[in-house]
T-cell receptor
């Protein structure tokens, strides 16, 4: 089973709203990721959690706040977003076995299509 | 720095073979991945290379030359459903960071 699930599939929010994106995996993976993807562009890494600790923050604005409550769950809290934040938000997970000459493939969820009005 | 180059678009005929190239210049290297992404969907894993040579997986093969900073994805017996964007991604030396190329849109025509 290589399934990563994300909810909601679609989200429309105003610039003053607070919302959260959720991601879940039950593959026993210990690394989880948030990516942002604009139309016709590749995914851009936002955050990496390794063993439930934030290990990479790619200088993401503070209006995006990640949270990893346990090894299976990853949230992305959104507050005071801008219209340019509209994009497909992808969650991914991998085993995180140290990354040395291992496959350690990242598996992606279906994404949340976010529209900020 | 990171620089990953792929052709923007390619067109091929159903049943044919197509090769999608990827060149990279990265500050660290710990493997190269190919993903397929249909419009509006998530990327799906196709192949992985960390050592030089060819990896074959059914209709898909991927090749890596680390000394040349070069990889290609070979798709055989093309089907219409292969029309998608193909993303080349390099993993950094620490293992958790993937940097993606811009992707190659492949159009398969009948």
């Amino acid at each position: 089973d290589t399934e990563v699930t994300q909810t909601p599939k679609h989200l429309v929010m105003g610039m003053t709203n607070k919302k959260s994106l959720k991601c879940e995996q039950h593959m026993g993976h210990r690394a989880m990721y948030w990516y942002k993807q604009k139309a016709k562009k590749p995914p851009e890494l936002m955050f990496v959690y390794s063993y439930e600790k934030l290990s990479i923050n790619e200088s993401v604005p503070s209006r995006f706040s990640p949270e990893c409550p346990n090894s299976s769950l990853l949230n992305l809290h959104l507050h005071a977003l801008q219209p340019e934040d509209s994009a497909l938000y992808l969650c991914a997970s991998s085993q995180d076995r140290g990354g040395l000459a291992t496959t350690d493939t990242q598996y992606f969820g279906p994404g949340t299509r976010l529209t900020v009005l | 720095g990171q620089n990953i180059d792929q052709p923007t678009e390619m067109t091929a005929t159903e049943g044919a073979i197509v090769q999608i190239n990827c060149t990279y210049q990265t500050s660290g290297f710990n493997g190269l991945f190919w993903y397929q992404q249909h419009a509006g969907e998530a990327p799906t894993f196709l192949s992985y290379n960390v050592l030089d040579g060819l990896e074959e997986k059914g209709r898909f093969s991927s090749f890596l030359s680390r000394s040349k900073g070069y990889s290609y994805l070979l798709l055989k017996e093309l089907q219409m459903k292969d029309s998608a964007s193909y993303l080349c991604a390099v993993r950094d030396q620490y293992g958790n960071k993937l940097v993606f190329g811009a992707g190659t849109i492949l159009r398969v025509k009948s």
